[in-house]
């Protein structure tokens, strides 16, 4: 796909991996619709993206876990930008514990269910609700386009995030299922696999804990955000990419 004026959907675009994924594509010439909660961050971003060379970047406010707001927001994209050409299922959150801690043989804590359904929401059934909501607006329109799904490393399963695993992992399963269903409308679908990026969150972590987490990563350091934006250019640029997971991490395997 010639990524100059083509529409690129971006959930959790704001800021972090989907800013950087934004303003590279920006730089590509893709015209943009950031998806994310924080309204002024959003504004900040898209602005940041015009001046990168995006012929138009526009921020819209929805929470991508509820179904109504996801069709309506799609229908709001498809009448300004005109179609839609590529979606990068970016938003997400942590609501990381444990599933049961014990001490001296008492439970301590457990993951409870608002932090697993939480995670599900955003990270699982929002990828569902707007990659159905961005592959009808482009089967409808005629047009042929790709759908990447940012998943995670922690899919193969990381301790105290069985929400989080559980969610990217099948993150990963729907873009398979996508790629096999989609195919017969020249639609395609992939997924990215990050390790540890030096995203704002963990940048504000602690030098000892970002060391911690530094040390088993064969390649020495944390990953860049435009390392992973770079990834889904490619993806959305090269058309015989379907059906698979990228692993961007480092040589890092959980």
Not at 115 to 144: H, P, Y
Not at 164 to 187: C, P, T
Not at 201 to 219: D, F, Y
Request: proline share 2%.
């Amino acid at each position: 796909m010639d990524l100059s004026g083509k529409t690129i959907v971006i959930t959790g675009g704001a800021r972090g991996l989907g800013a950087a994924m934004a303003k590279r594509l920006a730089g590509a010439g893709s015209r943009l619709a950031l998806v994310d909660l924080d309204e002024s961050a959003l504004q900040a971003t898209a602005e940041e993206c015009r001046a990168a060379g995006s012929p138009q970047a526009q921020g819209y406010v929805a929470n991508v876990a509820k179904e109504a707001e996801v069709e309506a927001l799609f229908d709001t994209i498809a009448a300004d930008f005109g179609a839609i050409h590529g979606l990068v299922n970016n938003a997400g959150i942590i609501r990381d514990a444990l599933m049961l801690k014990y001490k001296d043989g008492k439970q301590v804590s457990r993951m409870t269910l608002d932090q697993w359904q939480a995670v599900i929401d955003v990270n699982l059934t929002a990828v569902f609700l707007c990659g159905r909501e961005a592959a009808a607006k482009m089967i409808e329109s005629g047009e042929k386009g790709c759908i990447v799904n940012i998943s995670s490393i922690s899919r193969s399963g990381n301790m105290g995030q069985a929400n989080y695993s559980a969610a990217k992992a099948g993150v990963q399963a729907m873009s398979v299922v996508w790629a096999k269903e989609f195919a017969r409308f020249g639609i395609r679908s992939a997924s990215i696999a990050p390790g540890f990026v030096s995203t704002e969150l963990v940048m504000s972590m602690k030098p000892e804990a970002r060391e911690k987490m530094t040390r088993p990563i064969p390649a020495g350091r944390l990953g860049e955000p435009d390392e992973i934006a770079h990834t889904v250019q490619f993806i959305l640029e090269n058309e015989y990419v379907n059906g698979r997971c990228i692993e961007v991490d480092g040589a890092l395997r959980l």
